[in-house]
């Protein structure tokens, strides 16, 4: 019963690097999302992937890209990190128009 | 994008009290959501609402879905410690999850 799961938990990045957030889901939903979460604002959306084969800019795409591997897994790539994307990363799931299911979050600190 | 303002931003109560909290957006919604986030954990759903006047129980917590489509309230009856944490309301103009827009959250501190 593991929802969805992300990996890492933790990851500290020096600016320019280059990394991949890997998510997973084990509830046959079809579509999943990329959100981060910075202090004092509430979740915005990266990326989403309404279905296998489909990714789709949210409102702060900017500096990700994203690949929708299969229909349980969904990754977050920063090409070349910058300290303005130091957040905490939720990946989410959900079926079309059901509520959405969060994994525990990746924190990502970029100095 | 749409604007929704959550308030109050933080909450100290006794525990036993009674909680409320509201969010207004600036347009219509079809959708309202509320989540709890505890530390280190990402957002569980606490209560769906998809119609107008719509008053929705879970447990201890009833949240609304205001009759104008641009507010909700929850509402927290004899509070416990394990409600400690934050929550956000979220909502959509339509009944998809990529507009939804999120709330910035209350955060729930029970005093001992």
């Known amino acids: 019963n593991a929802g969805v799961t992300q990996t890492p938990k933790f990851q500290v990045l020096k600016t320019g690097q280059s990394m991949t957030l890997q998510c997973a889901q084990d509830m046959n939903h079809n579509s999943m999302y990329w959100y981060r979460q910075d202090p004092g604002m509430g979740l915005r959306l990266i990326y989403y992937s309404a279905s296998e084969g489909t990714t789709d800019k949210g409102e702060v795409p900017n500096g990700y890209n994203v690949s929708r591997l299969n229909k349980r897994e969904f990754s977050l790539r920063l090409e070349s990190a910058a300290p303005s994307q130091t957040s905490v990363y939720f990946c989410a799931s959900s079926q079309v128009v059901s509520p959405l299911h969060f994994g525990n979050g990746t924190r990502l600190t970029v100095t | 994008g749409q604007q929704l303002n959550q308030s109050p931003q933080s909450m100290f109560i006794q525990e036993g009290e009674d909680v409320s909290m509201n969010c207004t957006s600036s347009s219509i919604f079809n959708t309202w959501l509320w989540y709890k986030q505890d530390p280190g954990e990402g957002p569980v759903l606490l209560i769906a609402?998809?119609?107008?006047?719509e008053l929705t129980s879970n447990g201890r917590l009833t949240a609304q879905f205001g009759i104008t489509r641009k507010d909700s309230f929850l509402n927290i009856s004899a509070s416990i410690p394990s409600d400690v944490g934050i929550y956000f309301c979220a909502g959509s103009a339509n009944f998809g999850n990529e507009k939804l827009t999120f709330g910035t959250g209350t955060r729930l501190t029970i005093i001992p």
């Open positions: 609402l998809y119609k107008a006047g």
